[in-house]
């Protein structure tokens, strides 16, 4: 895949056991309103209009319950999913490529471009709380790699451009992780100061939810 200019692409991480909360974080919700559309509100609200949810098989039929088209969920393989949110990123990036591929009629293992995205807002469903200002600033950022910290303490959604992301699906099948992309020696990561505790609020247990 090479580099695209354009539009971001959201790419929401939901495909996890959540064992810590004892339920599915990708279905959780506060006040009625679900976690999801929260964070799908935000993002709009930001300027970005295309999302993929990764999601696990078992969770389509509810998720299309909360208004959420089949187009926009993409279920994630078990072998992919057991090496976490890098799994789920490759898997949703190597749907994507393939999708290019059949569209331009490329032959197998092609590199298509991607038209219209410039790279992925890598958004985990337990970061509900961010305030749209901060996502505005991610996309607005130099550097292709992008971090929001607040008070020195990076958080959540990142920015990997589209640069990245054949390098991502490498290190999925070396079995590294997406912090490893971050911290590679080559890698060129603009941390982002923001006023926005949110990024770092990550509701792994019953008692985040309060």
Not at 146 to 165: D, K, S, T, Y
Not at 175 to 191: I, P, S, Y
Request: aromatic content about 2%.
């Amino acid at each position: 895949m090479n580099p695209a200019s354009g539009q971001p692409l959201l790419a929401i991480l939901g495909a996890g056991d959540s064992r810590r909360m004892g339920r599915p974080k990708l279905l959780l919700q506060t006040g009625g309103v679900p976690h999801l559309h929260k964070i799908l509100e935000t993002a709009r609200e930001a300027g970005i209009q295309d999302y993929r949810v990764a999601c696990q098989a078992a969770h389509l039929r509810a998720l299309r319950g909360l208004g959420l088209p089949a187009s926009r969920l993409h279920p994630v393989p078990e072998t992919l999913r057991a090496r976490g949110p890098i799994g789920s990123l490759a898997s949703l990036l190597a749907a994507i490529r393939d999708a290019a591929i059949r569209d331009t009629h490329s032959s197998p293992g092609a590199s298509p471009q991607l038209p219209g995205y410039a790279g992925l807002v890598v958004w985990p469903v337990d970061h509900p709380r961010v305030q749209v200002a901060t996502v505005q600033a991610l996309l607005v950022a130099p550097g292709n790699l992008r971090v929001p910290c607040h008070e020195g303490r990076g958080g959540h959604p990142v920015w990997v451009g589209a640069e990245h992301w054949e390098r991502l699906l490498r290190l999925a099948e070396e079995n590294g992780t997406l912090r490893d992309l971050f911290h590679e020696k080559q890698a060129q990561v603009h941390r982002l100061e923001v006023d926005d505790p949110g990024i770092l609020h990550n509701l792994n247990r019953p008692e985040d939810l309060g």
